[in-house]
């Protein structure tokens, strides 16, 4: 045996091993979205729906006394303009920024307006990959199908339905996409197709429409799940896959006005304060529309849920694999719509299959595509499904009793949290038992909140205890018995005593008022004084008496809705071990442009993950908690916290201003308290800022932001009375501290910094990125690299207090240019013994990057760098790995440089140096009274409401035939399922054995071939 027979052995079980992979290695087409303001355009808002001539002279009235004529309304020519309409869409002509605010507040002051916003444009881009465009065939009609089958009515079971003539028949399904070729073979009723981009032509030309359209009502191929289903195709997207708000706005009036049951709308975006569309979507659900969305396809991480499917009143549908696993695009995690005051909400509600599913082709055939854009279609599908084999309990369906029914036939998923898959996977046949059987009634997402269940993670992550922060839990409030209700007094707080509830105390917060069919509760819970040594669980339950109005019956209806709480408690850790995270200065995309932290990645302009330890810093907040540290959130001013209760204030990538009085009372905190500070900045130079000016090609907009990467002349100040200050210069490079791989990704640099015997600064060799935005080159590693300080230890001395700013660092110092980290030789100057005794003063740690604890586009994580900072912040230790990179001795003033400025904000947006309008009083919460329960027994489901309703009594046979059908299929399914996973297991453990065989006879060959050449030639 050769060399070459070798090669082509190992090609061949590298071949094998590659064929094994297909299946899991296929990629495919998912969507990203674009959002954009639309220069000197603008939405007008009224109140009431009005004609055209109407809605004109109000406008004309207020503008024209006012001798302002340099507007215009933008015509609109679609079948909307001959109903009424509550919007108008106006064009300032001249472009001065006076004159185009003068005219908004003119318009805005009519009292028939209610809002004048701006235009906004969307552009989704479909990444088509190689799967979109080579699995285009004609498979036929197979009824009979492998149970691998990638058609979603297949595995769904949706043929059970099907033979008892549930076929989605009666039920009108409007989908918003790119439109649908007339005469499409694989559909039976496309009842209207309409146009209402600027485009002429209906027919589709990117296939994403038509592919949406064939999951849901497909009659041929590759089917769907609701084949005569009657469709409404509203094209809102250009072949280029431009749209815009108002286009959205007049396609959804004449949703309402035909009356169509459910909606499908596979986008989805950032900008959740798109106040029109928000309002309009609320418009929608309150005309008994049931709209399904997608989740967004930015997963995996945390804080991506895209809008509209974050609403409560929308369902919301992430993308699950065929063997189900979560996907990896499928977005997750909470909203960020309350942060960072309050909490997200569970804006993901189901999970289905979203990989590699098979619908319809442009003209004919079959495709195969993956993103949420494709799930969304499916639960559609499924609720046409729904409503058609329910046609006779029509009144009692509404955007709340599908969304319940949907869910509460939800299967869990092993090992995924709640923020992952929502209320589980689809199921279809217990759905349909589900809606069967179903009485109107009110029900609350989640449910329950469980500690001891890691389900609920992150609240199964951390244990309260007496003195952390308030844990929050906001709750969605489903009403399935009328679009508009009340909550009734306050809600009650019943602790289980025989559970130990009586060491917890509960507040909370709530809508007076649940419309359209949904509403929210916060539950703010805290461990009290007399929980301090407990360690253990703690139960109890809050009460809620909602009123509901019968809108045929014009009857008032009280249910009582209760929200069971599990509390892990521990006790109070140690100082050293407890971290405050300031979430209270973070800032995000929408309302404002803040720009992405790492600027290499240009296909992601905007920081809109909120900065949350449940977002995208969640890796970090699972490395830390599992090294023993807890970590609260402020999401108050600094004046509102109990410094003596914490070791380390963390500060990450704050983009807020920080008021006089916070930097007062964090120099108090540090000197006095002995509270240390660590912080991870970012880039941030105004020229760069203006180089990045969000450009959108649609609207010729420039967008200019309002910070850099995060707020250095914020930090500056903040840090001015400890004699600290970061610089404008923007570094990036891959280097090393001692054994660790570093990647400075767009980061600042120290040019400030105390010159203590016994403080370290430590520098890095980086290229200026910052100089190559600026001058447009393709890369800053031509020029040579700068050695600058990125890394500073402090430790405060109240005996020079105000004094520590007599040495600058400076970034030019030519002696050092050139020079590479190298560890310093010679004694260790500190060691761990010597730091027992911990001086009173706290410290300060600081570091020019924080990309590399953000999970949204890690390369080098730096978590041990963190851990190292935590060291040094809570306990006085100095690694001895910086005590040997230590450079202050280096680092020495040559020449003073003005410290960054801050940029004027573009005018579309409030500054972010707008003091006058933050938030500076301290949350005061309203402790509930404890009610104690007569009894301490199981709590009992709120009771249903009683419905007179003889149609349905006479319905009651045929849905239970329909419901021992239903529960043959669902024990069948689940045999199948069990057999599935034994055939895959069996399969797995067949393909690990052949592996093994394969790479031991492999190894036989080159021992004996070894042997040959050394014994035998």
Same mark, same amino acid.
């Given at each position: 045996?050769?060399?070459?027979?070798?090669?082509?052995?190992?090609?061949?079980?590298?071949?094998?091993?590659?064929?094994?992979?297909?299946?899991?290695?296929?990629?495919?087409?998912?969507?990203?979205?674009?959002?954009?303001?639309?220069?000197?355009?603008?939405?007008?808002?009224?109140?009431?729906?009005?004609?055209?001539?109407? $809605?004109?002279?109000?406008?004309?009235?207020?503008?024209?006394?006012?001798?302002?004529?340099?507007?215009?309304?933008?015509?609109?020519?679609?079948?909307?303009?001959?109903?009424?309409?509550?919007?108008?869409?106006?064009?300032?002509?001249?472009?001065?920024?006076?004159?185009?605010?003068?005219?908004?507040?003119?318009?805005?002051?009519?009292?028939?307006?209610?809002?004048?916003?701006?235009? $906004?444009?969307?552009?989704?881009?479909?990444?088509?990959?190689?799967?979109?465009?080579?699995?285009?065939?004609?498979?036929?009609?197979?009824?009979?199908?492998?149970?691998?089958?990638?058609?979603?009515?297949?595995?769904?079971?949706?043929?059970?339905?099907?033979?008892?003539?549930?076929?989605?028949?009666?039920?009108?399904?409007?989908?918003?996409?790119?439109?649908?070729?007339?005469?499409?073979?694989?559909?039976?009723?496309?009842?209207? $197709?309409?146009?209402?981009?600027?485009?002429?032509?209906?027919?589709?030309?990117?296939?994403?429409?038509?592919?949406?359209?064939?999951?849901?009502?497909?009659?041929?191929?590759?089917?769907?799940?609701?084949?005569?289903?009657?469709?409404?195709?509203?094209?809102?997207?250009?072949?280029?896959?431009?749209? @815009?708000?108002?286009?959205?706005?007049?396609?959804?009036?004449?949703?309402?006005?035909?009356?169509?049951?459910?909606?499908?709308?596979?986008? #989805?975006?950032?900008?959740?304060?798109?106040?029109?569309?928000?309002?309009?979507?609320?418009?929608?659900?309150?005309?008994?529309?049931?709209?399904?969305?997608?989740?967004?396809?930015?997963?995996?991480?945390?804080?991506?849920?895209?809008?509209? #499917?974050?609403?409560?009143?929308?369902?919301?549908?992430?993308?699950?694999?065929?063997?189900?696993?979560?996907?990896?695009?499928?977005?997750?995690?909470?909203?960020?719509?309350?942060?960072?005051?309050?909490?997200?909400?569970?804006?993901?509600?189901?999970?289905?299959?979203?990989?590699?599913?098979? #619908?319809?082709?442009?003209?004919?055939?079959?495709?195969?595509?993956?993103?949420?854009?494709?799930?969304?279609?499916?639960?559609?599908?499924?609720?046409?499904?729904?409503?058609?084999?329910?046609?006779?309990?029509?009144?009692?369906?509404?955007?709340?009793?599908?969304?319940?029914?949907?869910?509460?036939?939800?299967?869990?998923?092993?090992?995924?949290?709640?923020?992952?898959?929502?209320?589980?996977?689809?199921?279809?046949?217990?759905?349909?038992?589900?809606?069967?059987?179903?009485?109107?009634?009110?029900?609350?997402?989640?449910?329950?909140?469980?500690?001891?269940?890691? @389900?609920?993670?992150?609240?199964?992550?951390?244990?309260?205890?007496?003195?952390?922060?308030?844990?929050?839990?906001?709750?969605?409030?489903?009403?399935?018995?009328?679009?508009?209700?009340?909550?009734?007094? *306050?809600?009650?707080?019943?602790?289980?005593?025989?559970?130990?509830?009586?060491?917890?105390?509960?507040?909370?917060?709530?809508?007076?008022?649940?419309?359209?069919?949904?509403?929210?509760?916060?539950?703010?819970?805290?461990?009290? %004084?007399?929980?301090?040594?407990?360690?253990?669980?703690?139960?109890?339950?809050?009460?809620?008496?909602?009123?509901?109005?019968?809108?045929?019956?014009?009857?008032?209806?009280?249910?009582?809705?209760?929200?069971?709480?599990?509390?892990?408690?521990?006790?109070?850790?140690?100082?050293?071990?407890?971290?405050?995270?300031?979430?209270?200065?973070?800032?995000? @995309?929408?309302?404002?442009?803040?720009?992405?932290?790492?600027?290499?990645?240009?296909?992601?302009?905007?920081?809109?993950?909120?900065?949350?330890?449940? *977002?995208?810093?969640?890796?970090?907040?699972?490395?830390?908690?599992?090294?023993? @540290?807890?970590?609260?959130?402020?999401?108050?001013?600094?004046?509102?916290?109990?410094?003596?209760?914490?070791? *380390?204030?963390?500060?990450?990538?704050?983009?807020?201003?920080?008021?006089?009085?916070?930097?007062?009372?964090?120099?108090?905190?540090?000197?006095?308290?002995?509270?240390?500070?660590? +912080?991870?900045?970012?880039?941030?130079?105004?020229?760069?800022?203006?180089?990045?000016?969000?450009?959108?090609?649609?609207?010729?907009?420039?967008?200019?932001?309002?910070?850099?990467?995060?707020?250095?002349?914020?930090?500056?100040?903040?840090?001015?009375?400890?004699?600290?200050?970061? #610089?404008?210069?923007?570094?990036?490079?891959?280097?090393?501290?001692?054994?660790?791989?570093?990647?400075?990704?767009?980061?600042?640099?120290?040019?400030?910094?105390?010159?203590?015997?016994?403080?370290?600064?430590?520098?890095?060799?980086?290229?200026?990125?910052?100089?190559?935005?600026?001058?447009?080159?393709?890369?800053?590693?031509?020029?040579?690299?700068?050695?600058?300080?990125?890394?500073?230890?402090?430790?405060?001395?109240?005996?020079?207090?105000?004094?520590?700013?007599?040495?600058?660092?400076?970034?030019?110092?030519?002696?050092?240019?050139?020079?590479?980290?190298?560890? %310093?030789?010679?004694?260790?100057?500190?060691?761990?013994?010597?730091?027992?005794?911990?001086?009173?003063?706290?410290?300060?740690?600081?570091?020019?990057?924080?990309?590399?604890?953000?999970?949204?586009?890690?390369? %080098?994580?730096?978590?041990?760098?963190? +851990?190292?900072?935590?060291?040094?912040?809570?306990?006085?230790?100095?690694?001895?790995?910086?005590?040997?990179?230590? =450079?202050?001795?280096?680092?020495?003033?040559?020449?003073?440089?003005?410290?960054?400025?801050?940029?004027?904000?573009?005018?579309?947006?409030?500054?972010?140096?707008?003091?006058?309008?933050?938030?500076?009083?301290?949350?005061?919460?309203?402790?509930?009274?404890?009610?104690?329960?007569?009894?301490?027994?199981?709590?009992?489901?709120?009771?249903?409401?009683?419905?007179?309703?003889?149609?349905?009594?006479?319905?009651?046979?045929?849905?239970?035939?329909?419901?021992?059908?239903?529960?043959?299929? +669902?024990?069948?399914?689940?045999?199948?399922?069990?057999?599935?996973?034994?055939?895959?297991?069996?399969?797995?453990?067949?393909?690990?054995?052949?592996?093994?065989?394969?790479?031991?006879?492999?190894?036989?060959?080159?021992?004996?071939?070894?042997?040959? =050449?050394?014994? +035998?030639?």
């Amino acid at each position: 045996m050769n060399v070459h027979t070798i090669i082509c052995l190992i090609h061949a079980i590298s071949g094998w091993i590659l064929f094994q992979c297909i299946p899991a290695c296929t990629t495919s087409e998912t969507d990203t979205f674009k959002t954009t303001v639309v220069p000197n355009e603008f939405i007008v808002q009224f109140h009431f729906k009005y004609f055209p001539t109407v $809605r004109e002279s109000y406008i004309r009235t207020k503008l024209l006394s006012s001798n302002l004529s340099n507007w215009r309304i933008l015509p609109r020519n679609n079948l909307a303009s001959q109903f009424p309409s509550d919007f108008d869409i106006l064009r300032v002509l001249d472009k001065e920024n006076s004159s185009v605010e003068q005219i908004v507040k003119k318009v805005a002051s009519h009292p028939s307006v209610k809002a004048v916003v701006p235009q $906004r444009s969307v552009q989704r881009t479909l990444a088509w990959a190689l799967n979109g465009t080579q699995s285009r065939q004609t498979l036929g009609i197979v009824r009979k199908e492998d149970k691998r089958s990638r058609r979603v009515s297949s595995v769904l079971h949706a043929n059970v339905l099907w033979n008892l003539g549930i076929t989605g028949k009666g039920v009108k399904v409007a989908i918003f996409d790119t439109g649908l070729s007339k005469n499409h073979p694989h559909f039976r009723t496309v009842k209207e $197709r309409t146009n209402w981009t600027n485009e002429k032509s209906l027919d589709d030309k990117v296939s994403h429409g038509t592919f949406v359209a064939g999951v849901i009502a497909s009659s041929k191929e590759c089917l769907g799940l609701a084949p005569d289903a009657e469709l409404y195709i509203f094209k809102v997207f250009t072949n280029s896959q431009v749209s @815009y708000t108002s286009w959205f706005l007049d396609a959804f009036n004449y949703a309402i006005h035909r009356k169509v049951n459910i909606l499908n709308l596979s986008i #989805g975006g950032p900008d959740f304060m798109d106040s029109p569309f928000v309002e309009k979507v609320l418009e929608l659900s309150a005309n008994n529309v049931i709209m399904v969305s997608s989740a967004g396809n930015d997963g995996p991480l945390y804080g991506t849920l895209n809008n509209p #499917g974050d609403q409560s009143d929308v369902i919301g549908v992430g993308g699950i694999q065929f063997d189900d696993k979560i996907a990896k695009f499928s977005s997750r995690g909470m909203t960020t719509w309350e942060l960072p005051l309050g909490y997200g909400r569970l804006g993901l509600d189901i999970v289905t299959y979203g990989s590699q599913v098979e #619908g319809s082709d442009v003209r004919t055939g079959c495709r195969r595509l993956s993103g949420t854009s494709v799930s969304s279609p499916v639960v559609a599908g499924v609720a046409a499904l729904l409503i058609s084999g329910a046609f006779h309990r029509m009144e009692l369906i509404n955007p709340a009793s599908l969304k319940q029914v949907i869910i509460e036939g939800a299967e869990k998923l092993p090992t995924y949290n709640m923020f992952e898959q929502g209320q589980g996977k689809l199921s279809l046949l217990k759905s349909m038992q589900s809606l069967l059987s179903y009485r109107p009634k009110i029900s609350l997402v989640p449910p329950l909140l469980d500690y001891t269940s890691n @389900y609920m993670w992150p609240y199964s992550s951390q244990p309260l205890y007496f003195g952390s922060s308030v844990a929050i839990v906001n709750v969605t409030i489903l009403n399935g018995i009328s679009v508009t209700s009340r909550v009734v007094g *306050t809600p009650k707080w019943i602790p289980d005593v025989e559970h130990n509830g009586h060491f917890l105390k509960i507040s909370t917060r709530y809508s007076p008022t649940l419309w359209p069919w949904t509403g929210w509760m916060a539950v703010y819970i805290a461990v009290n %004084k007399d929980g301090e040594g407990y360690e253990g669980v703690a139960k109890g339950k809050i009460s809620l008496i909602i009123e509901s109005l019968r809108d045929k019956s014009n009857e008032t209806v009280s249910s009582e809705v209760i929200f069971p709480l599990t509390i892990k408690v521990t006790q109070k850790p140690p100082r050293n071990k407890r971290i405050l995270w300031d979430q209270y200065h973070s800032l995000r @995309y929408p309302p404002r442009y803040i720009p992405r932290d790492d600027l290499k990645v240009k296909s992601d302009p905007l920081d809109w993950r909120a900065d949350h330890i449940h *977002t995208n810093f969640k890796d970090m907040y699972t490395y830390l908690r599992n090294v023993g @540290y807890y970590i609260d959130v402020l999401r108050e001013p600094y004046t509102c916290f109990n410094a003596s209760d914490y070791g *380390t204030l963390l500060i990450v990538d704050p983009e807020k201003e920080f008021d006089d009085a916070e930097v007062h009372i964090l120099r108090e905190h540090v000197h006095k308290d002995g509270l240390s500070v660590v +912080i991870f900045a970012d880039w941030y130079n105004t020229t760069v800022m203006k180089k990045i000016k969000f450009f959108d090609e649609n609207t010729r907009q420039w967008w200019i932001p309002d910070t850099g990467g995060a707020n250095i002349p914020a930090l500056n100040d903040l840090l001015q009375p400890f004699g600290i200050a970061f #610089g404008d210069f923007v570094g990036e490079a891959h280097f090393k501290l001692g054994d660790h791989s570093m990647y400075y990704a767009s980061g600042t640099t120290i040019v400030k910094f105390p010159a203590n015997p016994n403080d370290i600064v430590v520098g890095a060799s980086l290229n200026d990125q910052g100089q190559s935005i600026i001058t447009g080159s393709k890369s800053s590693k031509k020029e040579p690299k700068k050695v600058v300080p990125i890394l500073g230890l402090f430790q405060t001395n109240s005996s020079n207090e105000g004094n520590n700013d007599a040495d600058t660092i400076s970034i030019d110092d030519p002696k050092h240019k050139g020079r590479f980290l190298r560890p %310093k030789l010679g004694k260790r100057n500190l060691s761990y013994l010597q730091n027992v005794n911990v001086p009173h003063e706290g410290r300060i740690a600081v570091y020019g990057d924080s990309n590399c604890l953000d999970s949204t586009h890690i390369e %080098k994580a730096c978590y041990w760098l963190l +851990i190292t900072f935590l060291d040094f912040a809570m306990n006085a230790h100095k690694s001895s790995l910086l005590q040997n990179l230590n =450079r202050m001795s280096e680092f020495r003033k040559v020449a003073d440089k003005p410290l960054p400025l801050r940029i004027s904000s573009n005018s579309s947006k409030p500054a972010v140096t707008d003091r006058s309008a933050r938030l500076l009083h301290c949350e005061q919460l309203d402790w509930l009274s404890p009610t104690l329960s007569k009894t301490n027994h199981h709590v009992e489901e709120q009771p249903t409401v009683e419905w007179v309703a003889s149609e349905l009594e006479r319905a009651e046979q045929q849905n239970n035939q329909i419901k021992q059908i239903l529960d043959a299929a +669902i024990m069948k399914s689940s045999q199948d399922a069990e057999y599935l996973m034994g055939s895959q297991a069996d399969i797995s453990l067949g393909t690990s054995m052949m592996f093994i065989f394969c790479l031991s006879c492999f190894v036989i060959v080159l021992f004996v071939l070894f042997v040959k =050449r050394r014994f +035998i030639l």
